[in-house]
């Protein structure tokens, strides 16, 4: 499986790969949207790929909303990166109960 870098996405947040610690973080923003996110998810598969990467972080805490395509095949990236379970850490933060977000509670209730 592999998914297209996107190039005509512009991509204003990245995984990134913090080559000391051998580990990969992203931080997403506050929408989750199938072209930045489908495009994005070509440079986090290329970066799981790679025999340095150990642990890979993913902070959902912000997002409000995210379209059910890019969490499916975040999902498969994961499932086919060669981590194990307790390599990656997904943090899915907690519902603001005092939020106007009307969607975000999906991802934690």
Do not use: Y
């Not at 440079?43 to 972080?57: F, G, P, R």
Request: hydrophobic fraction near 40%; include cysteine.
């Amino acid at each position: 499986m592999s998914i297209s870098s996107g190039s005509a996405v512009l991509l204003t947040n990245r995984p990134k790969m913090d080559e000391g610690k051998k580990t990969c973080s992203w931080k997403l923003q506050r929408e989750f949207r199938e072209n930045e996110g489908l495009a994005t998810l070509g440079l986090l598969q290329s970066i799981l790929n790679d025999a340095s990467t150990e642990n890979c972080s993913i902070d959902f805490e912000i997002v409000e909303w995210a379209d059910p395509q890019p969490l499916l095949f975040l999902g498969l990236v994961l499932a086919n990166s060669n981590l194990t379970q307790r390599q990656i850490n997904i943090d899915l933060g907690f519902t603001d109960k005092a939020s106007t977000a009307e969607h975000r509670i999906f991802l934690t209730d």
